[in-house]
């Protein structure tokens, strides 16, 4: 039997590259017909059939405080009546750098010094990027397999075949030339690092890492290797960029750097990207970081960068009233919500003779299908992937939108309340016989 979902697919196949707008969205790993969404409060999103699910993906990790939350909506529409694009600076945008700086800081460390307002998070580490090439006066850049910081050429970068090797390009149409810039390093191994420093050090411009990894399933950062970047790079004379895009004001108030050093781990980084949560569903990124850095960036220094509706009046206003939203009490509740699913979750598969692990990194974790979390992006792809497509459906089945690939990251909201967790805990035991199968 057809639905909606499915008339809609088959438009939308005839008029958009695979019907979608972002690829994972086309459930090509797990099958079936994308469910295309009508409408979304709290915890709750309903499709174009006018079936409600339990949303565990939050926009991919907008939806801190849950979905449409009333006060965000309000700033939003408060600011579309008063004109939807200046062109032109504003006071907000001003406000927002001002949250932003400011919440990023623990005890005296306070590394978030100027900030920039772009439109995605693939600009802000893109424009991160350029800065400090054009900072160091250096063209290579290392980052780590698995991890995604969007889709500009340069990070579509596949690894060579040895640690110091630059890389091959990791989509048609990124040229070999630009790949070549990229040298693509195993996770969570300093000793790659600091091997490719060894051969390419003086060449370096920056290192770039996803605070925790969320793109390959959760991976954290061993105890260490997010401040043994920071050590290495900086004593080769290059950049450290934590990409908190997905991270950032999701796991804590000060995000994954915030989460670290507050347990004791002593880093700086020189440059940090946000997005997702900062923009409160609408488009908003930002790059920000150290003065005498963000200062090369243009009309100050020699670095181009640009935007028709970067720091969009509406877009800041969600930005704003989401991050005045994000008290403690509400990463209180999100972490609740998440140990209660994940723990619920590994249950479930433990009863059903299911080899899983549960990784987490803060409130963001998810399921993968090997006896132990892995540490690194090869060690992820060995595992039973084909278990999730059929735990997938049973969820989707039982009323719970969970991401749609083995490799994202679950996303709770403050929203999650226990209505909400007991229809996911109540679908879990199936699907997990679902897995077993
Ligand atoms: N960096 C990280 C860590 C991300 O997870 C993402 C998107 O998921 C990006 C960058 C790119 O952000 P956007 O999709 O807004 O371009």
């Known amino acids: 039997m057809t639905d909606a979902n499915d008339d809609l697919f088959a438009r939308a196949r005839a008029v958009t590259p695979g019907g979608v707008n972002s690829p994972v969205r086309a459930y090509g790993s797990v099958g079936g017909t994308p469910r295309f969404m009508s409408s979304a409060r709290g915890p709750y999103i309903t499709d174009a ?10 926009s991919w990790g907008p939806a801190l405080l849950g979905h449409a939350h009333p006060e965000v909506v309000e700033a939003v529409r408060t600011a579309a009546s008063r004109g939807l694009s200046f062109g032109a600076p504003t006071g907000a945008e001003v406000d927002l750098a001002d949250l932003i700086a400011d919440r990023v800081s623990v005890g005296a460390a306070h590394p978030v010094e100027r900030v920039r307002l772009v439109s995605t998070g693939t600009e802000a580490t893109m424009t991160a990027i350029r800065l400090a090439r054009g900072f160091t006066g250096r063209d290579l850049l290392v980052k780590f397999a698995g991890h995604y910081h969007g889709h500009s050429d340069g990070l579509l970068a596949a690894a060579g075949s040895g640690v110091a090797t630059l890389a091959l390009p990791g989509s048609a149409g990124v040229p070999a030339p630009i790949a070549a810039q990229t040298l693509v390093l195993p996770y969570n191994d300093l000793d790659a690092v600091r091997e490719a420093f060894a051969v390419h050090g003086d060449r370096i411009a920056a290192v770039i890492v996803e605070a925790a990894a ?16 920071a050590a290495i790079a900086h004593a080769a004379g290059a950049l450290l960029i934590i990409d908190e895009v997905l991270t950032g004001f999701r796991v804590h108030p000060a995000g994954f750097w915030g989460l670290q050093v507050e347990g004791g781990e002593d880093y700086t980084p020189d440059l940090f990207t946000f997005g997702k949560v900062v923009g409160g569903g609408m488009p908003l990124a930002a790059l920000g970081g150290r003065a005498d850095v963000m ?34 009490e509400v990463y ?93 805990l109540a679908a879990l035991p199936a699907a997990a016989r679902a897995a077993a199968e």
């Open 214 to 229: 969320a793109n390959m399933g959760v991976v954290a950062p061993l105890p260490g290797f997010n401040a043994g970047l």
């Open 295 to 328: 200062d090369f960036l243009a009309p100050v220094g020699p670095v181009y960068q640009a935007g028709t509706l970067s720091g969009n009046p509406l877009s800041v206003a969600a930005g704003i009233a989401t991050l005045r939203l994000a008290t403690p």
């Open 332 to 424: 209180e509740r999100v972490d609740a919500a998440a140990s209660a699913v994940a723990t619920a979750l590994s249950g479930s598969l433990e009863i059903a003779g299911v080899t899983h692990a549960v990784p987490r990194a803060g409130s963001l974790f998810g399921v993968v299908f090997l006896p132990e979390a892995p540490d690194d992006y090869a060690t992820a792809l060995t595992q039973e992937s084909w278990r999730y497509p059929p735990f997938f459906h049973a969820m989707l089945d039982a009323g719970v939108s969970l991401p749609p690939s083995v490799f994202e990251a679950w996303f709770l909201t403050a929203a999650h309340d226990e209505d909400a967790l007991a229809r996911v």
């Open 49 to 58: 059939a006018g079936r409600e699910y339990v949303d565990l993906v939050a």
